[in-house]
């Protein structure tokens, strides 16, 4: 048989077209070949829908689209760079570590890092805006309770707030050891010193809360008239000395939960010698 048809009818004759068509002619099938080849027709999804597989399902239910995760990737990244970071600060102070220390535990170079942040400043600056953000949220106190005892509770929980950030302590320290012009990390976080940070910076919300407390002890006859800045710097200057010196023992893990509320009964004796109406 010629190659001219391979699939015969019943009387004999070729029912396929030649192997070789014309070139002009579109190559046909014979109806039993069609019909098992048959392929069922695929439909193009509606605007708006996203196929996945056998699925069709609208955008809008769609997990993320590929910007999306490539931004929640880097912003993943930058938060474990910013994480190991502060641990390091913990362990080794704010000049114990390089770059390379950051890099090698989370299985990724330096020159990643620099994808995230500008330099080792640059990381050192955005978690101290971590630490201005929490400090920003301390004295939330309950407005039902009487001032004094606000404040004891207010003071117990600053002790801990800072026992749970050691690196946020260290660099603090840092910051005001640091003469003029020189790297305040702290300071380039909150974009300002202290002092103007309580009035219209990051700090204000914290600076109004302490401000009511201690005017409305004051109208009571329960605390003196005080200076929420003057204030402020007593309680503070007195948790830093006391979880620094003579020793930072209370900085780590296997502190000794006596000695932590020892800090706090000097801390709360401290500001009510300060705030005392007599």
């Known amino acids: 048989m010629s190659r001219a048809g391979k699939c015969a009818d019943s009387n004999g004759q070729a029912s396929c077209v030649s192997a070789r068509p014309h070139p002009r002619q579109p190559r046909t099938l014979c109806p039993r070949v069609q019909s098992s ?3 069922p027709a695929i439909s193009k999804p509606a605007p708006g829908v996203v196929a996945f597989g056998n699925e069709v399902k609208p955008y809008s239910n769609v997990s993320t689209a590929p910007q999306a995760l490539h931004r929640d990737h880097a912003r993943h990244t930058s938060e474990l760079i910013l994480d190991k970071a502060e641990e390091l600060i913990a362990l080794k102070g704010v000049f114990g570590f390089h770059l390379k220390d950051i890099a090698a535990p989370l299985g990724i170079r330096v020159p990643a890092i620099y994808k995230h942040f500008r330099s080792r400043d640059d990381v050192l600056i955005s978690v101290s805006r971590r630490f201005v953000n929490l400090l920003s949220r301390q004295f ?3 407005g039902e309770l009487p001032p004094r005892t606000r404040i004891e509770k207010a003071l117990a929980s600053f002790v801990d707030f800072n026992i749970r950030h050691p690196a946020y302590v260290r660099l603090a320290l840092v910051d005001f ?3 003029e012009g020189g790297m305040e990390y702290v300071r380039l976080a909150a974009g300002g010193p202290f002092k103007d940070n309580f009035s219209t910076g990051p700090l ?3 600076h109004r809360r302490l401000r009511r407390t201690l005017d409305e002890g004051a109208r009571t006859g329960e605390f003196c008239r ?3 800045l003057q204030f402020y ?3 503070y200057g007195t948790t830093l000395v006391q979880l620094v010196f003579p020793e930072d023992s209370l900085l780590f893990p296997d502190r000794n939960a006596a000695d932590v509320a ?4 000097n801390l709360i004796d401290v500001a009510m010698r300060y ?3 007599r």
């Open 233 to 235: 710097r007593v309680i």
């Open 226 to 228: 005080a200076d929420p």
């Open 275 to 277: 705030l005392d109406p």
């Open 177 to 179: 050891a640091t003469p």
């Open 140 to 142: 939330e106190l309950d």
């Open 37 to 39: 080849r048959s392929i």
């Open 204 to 206: 204000a919300p914290m």
């Open 262 to 265: 020892e800090v706090k009964r």
